[in-house]
């Protein structure tokens, strides 16, 4: 019930391409999901996050997708560039639980 | 900068040792979250308090506790240590649970 799944576990991307990330989640109390980035030996730094009363956030190159009857939800990098290479974790609940985390990796 | 403090940054310790790991929230902030992050892996949940008072509980072990002060800084307490023990120790606040949380740097542990 308290499970988040994130997938894929890493992805690749080229330069200028979009990269998307998925979550599901199983306890149907979850009100609140955030997505974070992390740094190699940085603290996770808060991206965006959405609540299930809209189906779509976005701030500036990321968007969430939001789809509470499949229970899952999704982020989405557009134009992404060498810099957003990172971890990313999808989160979920008021206590976050989190996924598993996708490494990605942008190349130039 | 999260406006999360953490000290501190690192610790090296032996095994069967206790330490205490500090995180001061943001101003204004009135739930603290504990996170322990091993080796390449996600971020387990440890325990979360809300305004002094402990909220929810993750798989944190017996050896370990923690505990949410007046002025709101919260300290986790580490005893018994083993070499598996060894990990990034995160701490979070938000001004309320559910609602925006921000990370603090860290703490590197690690148990030799």
């Known amino acids: 019930q308290q499970q988040v799944k994130q997938s894929p576990q890493s992805l690749i991307v080229q330069k200028g391409g979009i990269s998307i990330i998925n979550c599901a989640y199983e306890n149907t109390a979850f009100d609140y999901f955030p997505w974070y980035q992390q740094f190699p030996g940085k603290g996770p730094a808060l991206l965006i996050a959405?609540?299930?009363?809209?189906s779509e956030k976005k701030e500036g190159r990321f968007t969430i997708s939001f789809n509470k009857s499949a229970k899952q939800f999704s982020l989405h990098i557009m134009d992404s560039q060498p810099g957003d290479s990172a971890t990313y974790f999808c989160a979920a609940g008021s206590r976050l639980t989190f996924g598993e985390g996708t490494q990605l990796t942008v190349n130039p | 900068d999260s406006g999360v403090t953490q000290t501190p940054k690192h610790l090296i310790t032996a095994t069967g040792q206790r330490v205490t790991l500090r995180c001061s929230p943001r101003?204004?902030?009135?739930?603290v979250y504990w996170y322990q992050q091993s080796l390449d892996q996600g971020l387990q949940f440890l325990i979360q308090y809300y305004n002094g008072e402990e909220r929810a509980k993750g798989n944190i072990l017996e050896r370990f506790s923690a505990q949410q002060f007046p002025d709101l800084h919260s300290e986790l307490n580490l005893s018994s240590l083993e070499l598996g023990d060894s990990a990034l120790y995160f701490c979070a606040s938000s001004v309320n649970p559910g609602t925006e949380a921000f990370f603090g740097q860290g703490t590197r542990l690690t148990v030799v």
């Open positions: 101003s204004g902030d009135l739930s």
């Open positions: 959405i609540r299930p009363d809209v």
